[in-house]
């Protein structure tokens, strides 16, 4: 069983900054890639960015060079700093990862999601 926990949401006003993390914990031999997501109101889920396990990111349009995703892989934990928040940032963030269960399977995990609020 793999858990991934989240945390870091919060309310903040219209260009400020929060810090979400994600630690996955349980029986797996590694993790692939990890990634956040997120999804707002009424909206499908969207892909916000993701980092492989050798630190190589990639960023949606909207969040490219204001998000930096980033991991610690001793902790198999990641990151998500988000700095210059603006009002449709807001959603609920998940933290996904690709885990390496044995040799030649591999599945997917999502955490329970958190809260952002970008308001004044």
Not at 13 to 27: D, H, I, K, T, V
Not at 34 to 61: C, H
Not at 74 to 86: E, F, G
Request: net charge positive; aromatic share 8%.
């Amino acid at each position: 069983q793999v858990q991934l926990v989240e945390s870091g949401g919060g309310l903040v006003q219209p260009g400020g900054s929060l810090r979400l993390s994600c630690a996955a914990s349980g029986s797996f031999r590694s993790i692939n890639a990890m990634g956040w997501y997120r999804q707002a109101s009424g909206k499908q889920r969207e892909l916000v960015a993701t980092i492989t396990s050798g630190g190589s990111a990639n960023y949606a349009d909207t969040v490219e060079g204001r998000f930096t995703i980033s991991r610690d892989n001793a902790r198999n934990t990641v990151y998500l700093q988000m700095n210059s928040l603006k009002p449709e940032d807001a959603a609920v963030y998940y933290c996904n990862a690709r885990v390496k269960i044995t040799i030649i399977r591999s599945d997917d995990y999502w955490g329970q999601g958190t809260q952002v609020t970008v308001s004044s």
